[in-house]
């Protein structure tokens, strides 16, 4: 059996890892090992819509918001980055489980797929999200405020590869039997990366921007696609620990086949994110 795209993403993350022992590479030269457990209440956005058999004939059935398949709720999850660089160059490896089935109900406006308009229904999506990273920077500086104050700037760029896969289920609210559901995936989507951030003392805010132009190898990704990370941190004095805060948006586009029925969705996953960081 062939290995999935999933455990292939971690053995390259691995592998990166340990090349950094025999590498010097900006951020790589005398690295640190940080791990970040983090936080999500994401809160879902976009549209989905599957096609339709009506008396032997393919029917596209009209695109339908998120709220009106039944999610439209905040829910927890879970993920985790582990970094080997200076903390701001290096490689990273991040995961994250997301499982939003917290919905509340709605009502088809149009077909999907085998359920009917004017049904209630309710939904969830799940996802595990695999990136590896890597940035390093272009622009140090250090601008004064007064004695023994100042503000450090630094801008870097980089890449990032990313494998997701999962599943999107719409079924009959109530326990009804009927569901619809479309299980994704890829073979890795590349991201063009920017990151920026400004140290103060103890506090610091950082800023990450992945662009992909389309650049998906194979599976059911596609389109040009964002995602963006605000994030603050807080260095306890004399701690190897940081308390970091922030927000999250992505998005994922994509296009497949379930059942013999085409499926395209669009989504945005945005919310707030709580972590801790660890040095070793």
Not at 26 to 41: F, I, K, M, Q, W
Not at 125 to 143: K, N, T
Request: net charge negative.
């Amino acid at each position: 059996m062939a290995p999935s795209p999933l455990f292939r993403c971690l053995a390259l993350a691995c592998a990166a890892l340990f090349l950094t022992a025999c590498t010097s590479v900006p951020g790589l030269t005398d690295p640190e090992v940080t791990l970040s457990p983090r936080y999500y209440l994401y809160k879902p956005k976009g549209s989905a819509r599957t096609q339709s058999i009506d008396n032997g004939r393919v029917v596209e059935n009209a695109k339908q918001d998120l709220e009106t398949l039944g999610m439209s709720r905040r829910d927890d999850d879970y993920g985790g980055v582990l970094a080997v660089g200076n903390g701001f160059e290096g490689i990273e490896i991040e995961y994250q489980k997301v499982d939003l089935d917290d919905t509340t109900t709605g009502i088809l406006t149009s077909d999907y797929g085998t359920l009917p308009t004017g049904m209630e229904v309710s939904s969830e999506f799940v996802m595990d999200e695999m990136r590896l990273s890597y940035i390093a920077g272009f622009l140090d500086r250090e601008y004064d405020l007064d004695d023994d104050n100042y503000v450090r700037v630094r801008v870097g760029a980089g890449g990032s590869l990313v494998h997701r896969e999962g599943r999107f289920k719409v079924f009959e609210a109530n326990s009804g039997p009927a569901s619809q559901s479309f299980k994704f995936s890829d073979g890795g989507v590349a991201y063009l990366s920017l990151r920026a951030r400004a140290d103060w003392r103890e506090f610091s805010a950082q800023i990450d921007w992945d662009y992909s132009p389309d650049l998906a190898f194979g599976g059911d990704f596609d389109g040009n696609v964002s995602d963006l990370e605000v994030l603050f941190r807080y260095a306890f004095e004399a701690q190897d620990i940081d308390l970091l805060a922030g927000y999250r948006w992505s998005e994922l586009q994509m296009t497949g086949r379930a059942s013999g029925l085409r499926y395209d969705a669009a989504f945005d996953l945005a919310g707030y994110l709580l972590g801790l960081e660890f040095r070793f």
